[in-house]
């Protein structure tokens, strides 16, 4: 066995795990090498090239048994039950295969997400997009995209046990249940009881054109209230019967009830009308009622399946159409026409011709469905009782594993058959075929050569081969085996690829080179004699007749039967490790490799049946240009132009937009995998593990034992990108979640909405915020905490200030946002501003939540939006429209218009008497100056003299002056960047003391009152406060203590320094210092630590000035660049990058500014050259730090272009031991 894998399987096991520690490659787009050339008829000559007759020995033929223990094993796929047990078949006597055959992607949510219960009676979809649930006892769900929040009678509702949902014209959500109705508008709920209905029991809510709302009661028939009174109408009214459970107003405002045993009732124009059973109903038990876009009604009723009432005609389904429950209670149309029924035993899907049924065997989360919804991403959400709710995304994929049949999960191989049967090869379990409703195992048992088969094809007699493992090649005609190996003249038993060309000629790819059986003739090539590489992984003929052959670690041979053309890096390919070749219709190449994708055009493809020795353009694509991964093992076009590929993330797509005869552009990019919420892991395990069946369907092997083999529906798969609906969830101050309701005292809400909210919504709003009620003195002392801080309102659902004015102490804010994204929230990308606070927008974001601190005094408005990001950075969508929430801050006592006042009356009063003393003055000094001018003319003589003597000195001096300038400066940009960071601490000391101040003041009056409880708790108060001081202070002891490490002017001592965090202190500092001289500036950095470097034993002074002052050159060089690229298409970027090496390590700054010319490269260590204006630099700090280095037994090089991509690189090391 060891023998059967040692190959392939660790080749491209290696290529896998160590494609992200290579070394990063120059990969030239145009390299002037044409290819090496080895012509057959040469060959010949040199007696390199063996050909024999080919005369396999007469093996022993196994046939396949159809009985007993060896006769393989027939797995059929789950299939349609009636309530016994026994099989439904259509009227063809075929049975219903559930479901896609396999596991589709339903994802569950159950009260461990945050559901309320597990038992779910009903859903809507508000206006937001967000989804309500009902459940048997706990209250409502609402689920956002990333949480649920639970309303239950703590909140305000009604009843737990929520039987129907409804949301009305003006979005108000209508809840039934069994002790009533509420109706909740975002605020608070308002209450209906049963005394008022006239009956507690309320299965169904609707509302009429003219907006009256509609219950459907337990035994008074549908009750209307129009806002002011309750009418009911029953049976005696006319209505089927008195248990209304559905109701329905369709499109031309007739009111639809379904009744429990008296059948459908329509109301329209004040009369009512009702079928039956005897119209054609197919039972009277009506549990729901849906109009799909073609204006026909669905009933679903209880035990009679599902009838369309269409014309006036009633057409019934049942189990014998393949319906999976005469039990239904629901219908919902999808986004593609298809129409989804909940029943009892699954959910049931009819697409006008047929039905196809899911259960929990295909991953839904329990199989009495209750209802159904669909969200605004065109996701169905299944709700179940007692399983939690399922959400379907979509049926694109389905996978299969060994429960469904399937000999074994990992597959290295696929073929189809002229009958349309799929063949899978696993890795040691033989092979499955499927037919589409069963799968059958064929392994050694039955005379399979080997049970790992790398490879399959069908040949022009319509016979299998299967290349195996160790064990040679199988031939299977239907009926029995043919075997062949080593002994019969195979050049290995290893066989990864099979062919066979338009002659007829057999290609074998082995590991010990390729077979190519032809006319009787065995002829064995390997790298002796023509091929790149000897171990040789695909195979491929193009459109001129040319065979390609990709080989590891030799690149690609081109053979069209009189010459070979090897292929590698040297001739532009993007890496030598050759997984999969494989061509499009229009006859361009694409070749997989373990670093990369190389593509070649047709035309050149081409041009090489003409001329051999031409120079080749190889395009090459790894992830710089898009791709999500560089390991590419399959590859296969698609009928629509695209190109399909397998990596270690999942399957990606693309389409190949020509830009000349040479080079292409990838658009419409999109990654298939299990981070983007698709079945599907990695394809590593098989270069022929991908392929393309003939109805479209592309079938992948996973490389996981969970997802198995999946079926992509690629002709019926559609690429959604829903757009993106906002809102603001969340407004914190100073960090604290605060409940609106219960802060909107006298003292907040603004004389224009000066109503006070009552109990029950602060209660409500607690309990929805904090998950707690607060007590009566913890509410005032939240009042108190926030005191002066005024709104005019708080919007309902989620609880936002409106107009919100804040003082000055309370400007630290953070405000959390989200969209209706239902599904994949984690593909929705943001962006903010917040205008008056910010120059620009924020960068692209995931995060749902933006942070400002210490706003200055002025009025501000924070705008967000949203985009679908997609599943790759090509398949973005449209950014929405922005939202916005705007507030105001106060400004400080000392910055108030009053202040200002009285700053201006002092100024007055003292403008008389500094007038005066400034005329004296000016007197005085024009005396002065004419006596200066009298003794000038002497002392010029001797000053001239004493200014020459000194020239000497001063020379001598200068140099000294201009290295602790270049030190001082070094400090400044220091100071300039810790000043940024203790800003921060600095504003939460003054903010607190200034409100600790104010506590004392209240503690000394409640003293005097003697209320010593209140002194207890302000007392406690303040305490929280000195904590936090104590805390903000710590933190900016910290940082003055790091700034006089890097600020002294001493030799220091040597000490073992983590140089990972000197560096990116420096960094830091650096970028903080340059952007507190320059606001204009702007830049990204990034960092690549290596973590296992050890301590150095170093001055950190030393080490740190050294690093600043090459961050600085770098931050230096990008602005300048910027400055000179205004449009915005160029995007600075300093990298900073440590490297343990051999004897020492390697820290490396790079940038992407405008370079150094080469005739000045040799210059920048030396001692006053410099680059920058006169004023911005001494020329001492390359100088100076190049010399230190050296102190160490270091060294420090430089690499530079000015040409694009131009930029700089230094790279300093440093020993172990100096």
């Known amino acids: 066995m060891n023998r059967l894998l040692s190959i392939p399987l660790f080749l491209l096991f290696f290529a896998a795990c160590s494609s992200d520690q290579r070394p990063e490659q120059t990969i030239p787009t145009l390299v002037a090498v044409p290819p090496e050339v080895s012509l057959l008829s040469e060959l010949k000559e040199e007696g390199k090239l063996s050909s024999t007759p080919f005369e396999p020995s007469t093996n022993p033929k196994a046939i396949i048994q159809t009985s007993g223990p060896n006769a393989p094993q027939k797995t059929p796929l789950p299939r349609l039950l009636d309530d016994q047990g026994q099989l439904v078949s259509d009227q063809n006597g075929n049975p219903f295969i559930l479901g896609q055959g396999g596991v589709s992607p339903f994802k569950k949510y159950t009260s461990e997400e945050g559901l309320a219960l597990d038992a779910i009676n009903c859903a809507i979809v ?83 054109q003219e907006g009256n709302m509609w219950f459907g009661t337990s035994s008074v028939g549908a009750v209307k209230y129009d806002g002011n009174r309750f009418e009911a109408f ?30 459908l009732s329509k109301l329209s124009n004040s009369k009512f009308t009702t079928y039956t059973t005897a119209d054609g109903l197919s039972s009277d038990r009506v549990r729901g009622i849906y109009q799909d876009s073609q204006e026909r009604i669905w009933i679903s009723t209880i035990g009679g399946g599902v009838s369309l009432l269409e014309n006036g005609e009633f057409t019934s389904f049942g189990l014998e159409d393949g319906l999976a429950g005469l039990v239904v209670r629901a219908a919902q149309e999808d986004r593609n026409g298809n129409l989804w029924f909940a029943t009892e035993r699954g959910v049931s899907k009819y697409n006008g011709e047929s039905f196809v049924s899911y259960t929990t065997a295909h991953g839904l989360a329990g199989n009495n469905v209750m209802g159904m919804v669909l969200d605004g991403g065109s996701n169905l959400w299944f709700l179940t009782d007692g399983g939690g709710v399922s959400r379907l995304d979509g049926e694109a994929f389905t996978n299969f594993t060994t429960s469904e049949g399937l000999a074994g999960n990992i597959i290295l191989s696929i073929e189809e058959d002229q009958e349309g049967n799929l063949w899978f090869g696993t890795n040691g379990f033989g092979v499955s075929k499927f037919d589409g409703e069963s799968f059958t195992t064929i392994s050694t ?81 390997n790298t002796e004699n023509g091929l790149a590489g000897d171990v040789i992984l695909s195979l491929f003929e193009d459109q001129t007749g040319a065979m390609w052959i990709g080989s590891v670690d030799g690149g690609l041979t081109r053979f069209d039967g009189e010459k070979f053309l090897r292929f590698t890096t040297s001739q532009g390919l993007v890496d030598n490790d050759v997984i999969r070749v494989s061509g499009d219709e229009a006859g361009n190449l694409w070749i997989g490799t373990s670093h990369g994708l190389s593509y070649l055009s047709q035309s050149q493809v081409e041009d090489l049946a003409i001329q051999a020795d031409q120079v080749l353009h190889f395009q090459n694509f790894t992830t710089d240009e898009g791709l999500p991964n560089n390991l590419i093992q399959q590859i296969n076009p698609l009928p629509d132009g695209k190109i399909a590929i397998g990596t270690n993330l999942g399957i990606s797509t693309f389409r190949p937009v020509s830009q000349n005869e040479t080079e292409i552009k990838m658009e419409e990019m999109e990654n298939f995998n299990s981070d983007n919420g698709f079945p599907v892991k990695d394809l590593t395990d098989g270069q022929n593990g991908m392929f393309l069946d003939s109805e479209g369907n592309l079938w992948a092997g996973t490389g996981s034992a969970r997802t198995g083999l999946v079926r992509f529906d690629y002709p019926n798969y559609e690429q959604i990108q829903p757009q993106q609906s906002l809102l603001i969830k969340q407004v914190r101050i100073n960090e604290e979640v605060i ?115 210490n706003i200055q005094e002025g009025t501000y408005t924070f705008k967000v939006k949203a985009r679908y990001a997609g599943t790759s950075d090509l398949s973005a ?57 009298e003794l000038q003319h002497a002392k010029e003589i001797e000053k001239a003299y004493e200014e020459l003597a000194s020239t000497h000195e001063n020379l001598k001096a200068t140099q000294s002056q201009l290295i602790q300038a270049e030190k001082m400066a ?98 830091h500092l650096s970028f903080h210092g340059i952007r507190a001289k320059e606001k204009d500036f702007n830049s990204d950095f990034k960092t690549e630590f290596d973590p296992n470097i050890p301590k150095l034993t170093v001055i950190p002074q030393e080490i740190g000035r050294i690093l600043l002052n090459m961050l600085n050159n770098a931050f230096y060089a990008v602005n300048e660049k910027s400055h000179k690229n205004p449009g915005g298409e160029f995007k600075p970027l300093v990298l900073l990058r440590t490297k343990n090496t051999l ?70 090391y440093l020993p172990s031991q100096p």
């Open 445 to 525: 048992n039955q005379g399979l050569a080997g049970d790992i088969v790398f490879c399959m094809m069908q040949d022009e007699q319509n016979r299998i081969w299967f290349g195996t493992g160790g064990n040679g090649i199988s031939i299977f005609d239907g009926k029995q085996f043919i075997q062949w190996d080593s002994s019969d003249g195979l050049a290995s038993n290893e066989i990864y690829a099979l062919h066979q060309d338009r002659k007829g000629g057999l290609w074998i790819g082995t590991d010990y080179g390729i077979n190519y059986i032809f006319e009787g003739q065995n002829h064995y090539f």
């Open 970 to 1067: 070094s400090l400044g940009e220091l100071t300039a960047g810790i000043a940024h960071e203790i800003q921060n601490p600095l504003n939460f000391v003054k903010n607190f003391s200034e409100v600790s101040k104010e506590l004392m003041e209240e503690m000394e009056d409640e003293l005097k009152k003697g209320d010593l409880e209140e002194v207890n708790y302000i007392a406690k108060d303040i305490k929280e406060n000195l904590d936090r001081i104590s805390q903000h202070s710590l933190r900016a002891d910290s940082i003055v203590k790091a700034m006089l490490q890097h600020s002294r002017t001493s030799a220091g001592e040597k000490e073992p320094t983590d140089i990972n965090a000197l560096a990116d202190e420096c960094l």
């Open 1143 to 1212: 004897g020492g390590i390697e820290i490396t700054i790079e940038d992407n500014g405008t370079g150094i010319p080469s005739e000045i490269v040799g210059k920048i260590f030396q001692p006053f050259f410099t680059t920058k204006p006169t004023g911005q630099g001494t020329g001492l700090g390359l100088s100076l730090s190049y010399d230190i280095v050296k102190s160490y037994g270091g060294d420090l090089r430089v690499k530079s272009n000015t040409d694009e991509p131009a930029g700089t690189s230094f790279t300093i």
């Open 234 to 263: 029953g049976k005696a009214e006319g209505m089927g019967e008195d248990l209304v459970v559905s109701i329905l107003s369709d499109s031309s405002g007739n009111l639809w009830f379904g009744t429990y045993g008296g059948g």
């Open 126 to 208: 508000d206006v937001r997009g967000h989804i309500w649930f009902g459940t048997n006892g706990g209250g409502a769900s609402r689920f956002d995209g990333e949480a649920f929040t639970t309303f239950s009678d703590a909140q305000g509702l009604v009843e737990n046990s929520v039987r129907s949902l409804y949301e009305d014209t003006e979005g108000n959500i209508w809840f039934g249940t069994i002790g009533g109705v509420s109706k909740y508008d975002g605020k608070v709920f308002t209450n209906y009881s049963a005394e008022q209905i006239g009956d507690g029991v309320i299965y169904a809510i609707g509302q009429d």
């Open 739 to 853: 409940p609106w309701h219960t802060l909107a005292s006298e003292d907040s809400i603004s004389d224009s909405g000066r109503a006070v909210a009552d109990l029950f919504t602060q209660t409500s709003d607690e309990l929805i915020t904090l998950g707690r009620r607060l007590s009566s003195e913890e509410r005032q002392r939240l009042r108190e905490r926030f005191k002066g801080i005024k709104f005019e309102s708080v919007r309902g659902f989620y609880p936002i200030p409106e107009k919100l004015t804040l003082p000055y102490r309370h400007n630290h804010l953070n405000i959390e946002y989200g969209s209706n994204e239902m599904a994949r929230p984690f593909l929705v990308e943001y962006q903010y501003i917040l205008e008056g606070y910010d120059q620009e927008w924020s960068p692209i974001l995931q995060r749902t939540s933006a942070t400002f601190g």
């Open 877 to 933: 969508g449209e950014w929405s429209e922005p939202i916005s929430f705007s507030f105001a801050v106060l400004p400080p006592w000392y910055r108030s218009w009053w202040a200002y006042v009285i700053y201006g009356l002092l100024a007055l009063s003292l403008i008389y008497p500094i007038n005066i003393y400034l005329r004296n003055r000016v007197i005085k000094a024009e005396r002065e100056k004419a006596k200066e001018r």
